[in-house]
């Protein structure tokens, strides 16, 4: 069974330009999670799908953070425009449920803001 | 507020046993994860308890105890590639399911 699958690997980018990041699920999976991790600290949760509905994006800076899952299955998660302090690991899990099911980890998408 | 605590760095010797502790104050409780993370990789699942009590999983075990806010991994017999992160999260029932993470332990093991 494949993992969850996340592209690019890594991106470098000058401040204020635009970056996006793509992320297909395990196939199944219907809730879908992206993550940020700062270097030396946990995943923190961005936002979360229920198929193609956002359950959860109260961590999401909404005046440059987007995200989408137009069909329910793979998403991306967008910057515009990307600042200094975006700098991280961008990662994306998928479960089979909300509640109780454990989460999968994609590789992540490691952005440098230069 | 929501806080978990872990050491940040542990040092043991290969083929030695090692605990790494975690602390949480969470907004109710659904069952705490941990994983571990590889440098430069995804953080791979390890174990899941939802009730008080150890749970054994091979050469790694976790235990929980609810009423302190308290759980251990346990790792034995300790193997190079065991040098990593290991990170404990929390479910919160009141925050809508989402996993809370700790810092992460960096274990170093050494031969």
């Known amino acids: 069974e494949a993992g969850v699958v996340q592209s690019p690997r890594y991106k470098i980018i000058e401040k204020k330009q635009p970056v996006a990041f793509w992320c297909n699920p395990i196939?199944?999976?219907?809730?879908l999670y992206w993550y940020r991790q700062n270097l030396g600290q946990g995943p923190e949760l961005l936002i979360r799908?229920?198929?193609?509905?956002?359950?959860?994006d109260s961590q999401l800076p909404k005046d440059r953070f987007s995200a989408e899952r137009l069909k329910g299955v793979d998403s991306t998660l967008k910057i515009q425009p990307a600042e200094l302090g975006d700098s991280a690991v961008y990662l994306c899990?998928?479960?089979?449920?909300?509640?109780?099911?454990?989460?999968?980890f994609g590789p992540g998408t490691r952005l440098l803001v230069l | 507020g929501q806080n978990i605590d872990q050491p940040t760095e542990m040092t043991a010797t290969e083929g030695a046993i090692v605990q790494i502790n975690c602390t949480y104050q969470?907004?109710?409780?659904?069952?705490l994860f941990w994983y571990q993370q590889h440098a430069g990789e995804a953080p791979t699942f390890l174990s899941y308890?939802?009730?008080?009590g150890l749970e054994e999983k091979g050469r790694f075990s976790s235990f929980l105890s609810r009423s302190k806010g308290y759980s251990y991994l346990l790792l034995k017999e300790l193997q190079m590639k065991d040098s990593a992160s290991y990170l404990c999260a929390v479910e919160g029932a009141n925050s809508s399911y989402k996993l809370i993470f700790g810092s992460g332990t960096r274990l170093l093991v050494r031969p």
């Open positions: 196939s199944g999976h219907n809730t």
């Open positions: 799908y229920e198929n193609e509905e956002a359950v959860d």
């Open positions: 969470t907004s109710g409780f659904n069952g």
């Open positions: 899990a998928s479960s089979s449920t909300a509640t109780f099911e454990t989460q999968y």
């Open positions: 308890n939802v009730l008080d």
